[in-house]
C-alpha cells in the first residue's frame, strides 16, 4: 500500500464504530427471558438466527396447533444474521456457476425452488409487516480485470444456452458505469430480480416478532448445551432447564452442531465490512447507482458492496480468515489490517469519493462448507434435523432449509427432500494442522490466480477436479 493511499485510508476510519452498522439501531427489541426450569413442546428449535426463525415459523404456518418453542445462546439475530451485507439470493447453490458444476440435472429445478423462495420471503415481509427496507433491486457482478470480462460474457452465454440466464443481461463498460460510475469497472451481468437489497438485523427482528405473535415461546440467552433421547421424543439441557420436544430442528450453523458427527463439515470464516457516513446529494451524484443493485466483483478475493436507504455504502469482503482449529473466539470479530485494506480498496473503486469516512467496522464468522452451499441431514432416527454450511448466502437461502428440515421431521418425500442437493453431503475438512495447511495453500493459490490472469495452479485444479474448495 502506497503511504498516501496507507493515510487516506487510516484518517477513513478514525471515527467507525467496532459494532455492525446493522445492530446499533436504538429500535432493537428488547431480549425474551432465560428459559428456568423445564419445558414441553413438539418441536423445539434451536438457535435464532434466520435458520431458526424461519424454521419457528414456518412450522406454525403448516400446523397452528403446533406447540414450538425456540431457545437461542445469546439474542436473535445478533451473529451471522445481523451482522452481514443484506444481500438476499434466490439462489439456493451460491450461484449459478457452483450449481452448474455440482448439479447440472436439476440445475433448473433448483433454479425455480430458489426464484419460488425468495418470492415467499418477499411475501412473508408484506404479509407480517416486517419493516426490513427490502428492494428487489438485483445484483451486478462485475469485472475489475481483463480476463474476469471474458469469464463473465463465456458464463452469461452458457446461461443463456442453457435457458438459466432469467432476467439478466450483460453490460459492457460504459453500460455498468452508468449505473455505478468507477474507473475499475470494465463490464458486468446485471441479474434484475434475482437478489433483494434488506436490512439483515430488521428482517431477523421482523421473524422473530412474528414467531411470537403466532404463539412460538422463544427462551433468549438460553444455549442447548446436550442433546439426548428421552422417551419418543428427545431432551435438551439448558443452564437453567430442560426442554423435552417431539423433534428438534438445528439452526446453529456456525456454531458446534450438538449433533457431534456434523462439525466436520464446517469450518468458521471470518469476514469484514465497513459502512460509510451518509453521502451528501453531491457526493452520490459523481457515482449515479440510482437503481440501488447491490454490486460484487468477480475476483476470487472478492468485494460486496450495496447502498443503504439513508445513502451509505456498505463494502466488505476480500479477506476470509480461518483461525487454526476452527476455534470461535470474538477477538477475531475485529481485524484492524483488513479495515485497511478494505478502506484502500474502496477509495481505489471510487476515488471521487476521497475524504468521505466510515461510521461503522465489524467482522464476525460465518460457516463455509467445502461445496459453498447449505447441505441437510437427520440424526437420533429422524427425530432431529439439521442445516448448515450456507457459505455467505444464508439471508434466502435459509428460509428454503426450513422448508427442508420441516419436510425430513415429518418423514415427507417432497420436491425439495427428493434433490440430490439435499440428499448429498459435502467432503468433510481433515483435522488440524492438514485443514489450516490446505486452507492456507488454497488462500494462496486463490489471490496468485487473482493476479496472474485468473490461471489456476495444479493445487487448485485438483481442488476443482473433486470438487472441493473454501470460500466466504
Known amino acids: 500500500m502506497a503511504p498516501d493511499a496507507m493515510r487516506t485510508a487510516a484518517r477513513s476510519l478514525s471515527e467507525a464504530k467496532p459494532v455492525s452498522y446493522w445492530l446499533d439501531d436504538p429500535g432493537k427489541p428488547a431480549a425474551e427471558p432465560a428459559l428456568t426450569g423445564d419445558e414441553h413442546c413438539d418441536l423445539l428449535v434451536i438457535g435464532g438466527g434466520y435458520s431458526g426463525l424461519w424454521t419457528a415459523l414456518l412450522a406454525k404456518e403448516r400446523d397452528p396447533a403446533r406447540d414450538v418453542v425456540l431457545i437461542e445462546g445469546h439474542e436473535a439475530g445478533w451473529a451471522a444474521s445481523g451482522r452481514n451485507g443484506g444481500f438476499c439470493a434466490a439462489s439456493l447453490t451460491h450461484g449459478l456457476a457452483n450449481g452448474m458444476a455440482r448439479w447440472p440435472d436439476e440445475l433448473a429445478k433448483l433454479e425455480d425452488l430458489g426464484a419460488r423462495n425468495l418470492d415467499a420471503i418477499e411475501e412473508a415481509v408484506a404479509r407480517y409487516g416486517i419493516d426490513c427496507d427490502f428492494e428487489r433491486s438485483g445484483e451486478i457482478d462485475v469485472a475489475t480485470e481483463p480476463h474476469q470480462v471474458a469469464e463473465l460474457r463465456e458464463f452469461h452465454a452458457e446461461a443463456e444456452r442453457l435457458g438459466l ?16 460510475d468507477s474507473p475499475t469497472f470494465l463490464g458486468g451481468i446485471w441479474d434484475r430480480d434475482g437478489v ?130 476452527g476455534k470461535l473466539d470474538a477477538e477475531h470479530d475485529h481485524r484492524p489490517e483488513t479495515y485497511l485494506k478494505l478502506a484502500e480498496h474502496f477509495f481505489t473503486c471510487f476515488p471521487q469519493l476521497e475524504g468521505v469516512k466510515f461510521s ?9 462448507c467445502s461445496r459453498f452451499s447449505a447441505f441437510f441431514g437427520t440424526a437420533h432416527a429422524g427425530k432431529v434435523a439439521y442445516a448448515a454450511g450456507y457459505t455467505g448466502l444464508g439471508v434466502g437461502a435459509t428460509r428454503f432449509g426450513a422448508d427442508v428440515m420441516l419436510d425430513l421431521l415429518a418423514g415427507e418425500k417432497t420436491e425439495r427432500t427428493e434433490l440430490e442437493m439435499v440428499r448429498s453431503k459435502p467432503m468433510p475438512f481433515p483435522p488440524e494442522p492438514f485443514a489450516w495447511t490446505g486452507i492456507t495453500m488454497t488462500k494462496w493459490s486463490l489471490a496468485r490466480a487473482d ?17 472441493l474448495g473454501f470460500d466466504s
Not at 465497513?274 to 447507482?289: D, F, K, N, P, V
Not at 461503522?360 to 463455509?368: E, F, N, Q, S, V
Not at 485468473?454 to 473433486?466: I, M, S
Request: with cysteine; net charge positive.
Open 165 to 180: 440466464a432469467g432476467r439478466s443481461e450483460w453490460l459492457d463498460a460504459d453500460a455498468v458505469r452508468a449505473e455505478v
Open 196 to 325: 433483494a437489497m434488506l436490512n439483515p438485523a430488521k428482517l431477523a427482528w421482523g421473524l422473530k416478532r412474528a414467531c411470537l405473535e403466532l404463539g412460538v415461546r422463544i427462551y433468549e440467552n438460553t444455549r442447548g448445551l446436550d442433546l439426548v433421547g428421552s422417551g419418543a421424543g428427545m431432551a435438551v439441557r439448558t443452564p437453567y432447564g430442560r426442554v423435552f420436544a417431539r423433534r428438534v430442528a438445528l439452526g446453529t450453523n456456525i456454531f458446534p452442531s450438538l449433533v457431534k458427527r456434523v462439525r466436520p463439515l464446517t469450518v468458521p470464516v471470518y469476514d469484514y465490512a465497513l459502512m460509510t457516513e451518509r453521502l451528501t446529494e453531491e457526493q452520490l451524484a459523481s457515482i449515479g447507482w440510482k437503481n440501488r443493485q447491490g454490486l460484487g466483483d468477480s475476483a476470487n478475493q472478492f468485494h460486496y458492496f450495496r447502498i443503504t436507504p439513508d445513502r451509505r455504502i456498505l463494502w466488505g469482503g476480500y479477506d476470509a480468515i480461518y483461525p487454526y482449529g
Open 360 to 368: 461503522h467496522a465489524w467482522g464476525g464468522a460465518i460457516d463455509t
Open 451 to 467: 493476479r496472474l490472469g485468473g490461471h489456476r495452479n495444479l493445487w487448485l485444479k485438483t481442488l476443482d477436479r473433486f470438487g
